[in-house]
């Protein structure tokens, strides 16, 4: 069995600083990792995704996200946000082999206040 | 430009009617899904199909039912038998070989009352 736990409902911060959201994960057998976002009343896009290789990656708008093997982890971060990122995160898992599926935390709404 | 197309984007029935869902992709992907999201509990998935005339239940599949007769669209039906139908939907597809990548449409937000 999988899951994906995302421990922040919401995370409020400041325009131009730095966050973090945090992604924990437990799954039996190797995963791929995914960081989607959701802007209001939007579907999801596809922020960064770890699947092999360097533990940090690297995705749009600035984000970036280290994945952690001893801890589970796989925490998402910007150095600076802005009010346009403003929107709900969801953390996402998959099997490395067998069935394919998503599975998806609960999500973190990011507001940035300016 | 390709992608996922799903209408309406807002959806109001009477409790006990059907109601049916569209989801048409010109991307030319094999595989399409359904999720199902409610405020603080993510996206729980439906129904997927990996290929036409094809599908398979998802964690929450009761109440739901499918068809895929062509490789672009995979309508969702919401049934009277749904005890809970007023959700966000949201439809998905992704590339052979790349499942655990998704693309996803702007959503379907339904209302029953």
């Known amino acids: 069995a999988q899951s994906v736990t995302q421990l922040d409902s919401q995370v409020p911060v400041f325009e131009e600083a730095p966050v973090e959201l945090r992604c924990n994960y437990s799954s039996s057998v190797s995963v791929y990792l995914f960081w989607y976002v959701q802007y209001p009343n939007q579907g999801l896009q596809l922020l960064l995704k770890?699947?092999?290789?360097?533990?940090l990656v690297k995705g749009i708008n600035g984000f970036e996200a280290e994945f952690n093997k001893s801890q589970t982890s796989f925490h998402l971060r910007k150095p600076s946000v802005h009010i346009s990122d403003t929107a709900e995160y969801f953390c996402a898992v998959s099997h490395i082999t067998g069935a394919n599926n998503l599975f998806f935390g609960t999500g973190t709404r990011l507001t940035v206040i300016p | 430009d390709g992608g996922i197309t799903q209408s309406p984007k807002y959806l109001f029935r009477k409790e006990g009617q059907n109601v049916t869902l569209s989801c048409e992709q010109n991307l030319n992907h094999d595989a399409m899904y359904w999720y199902r999201q409610d405020p603080g509990q993510g996206l729980r998935l439906i129904y997927y199909s990996q290929i036409v005339n094809d599908f398979q239940k998802g964690d929450i599949a009761e109440g739901y039912s499918v068809s895929r007769e062509k490789k672009e669209s995979f309508p969702l039906t919401v049934t009277s038998a749904q005890k809970n139908p007023t959700a966000f939907y949201l439809c998905?597809?992704?590339?052979?070989?790349?499942?655990?990548?998704?693309?996803f449409g702007p959503g379907t937000r339904l209302t029953v009352t």
């Open positions: 998905a597809s992704s590339m052979p070989g790349n499942e655990y990548e998704q693309y």
């Open positions: 770890y699947l092999s290789g360097s533990t």
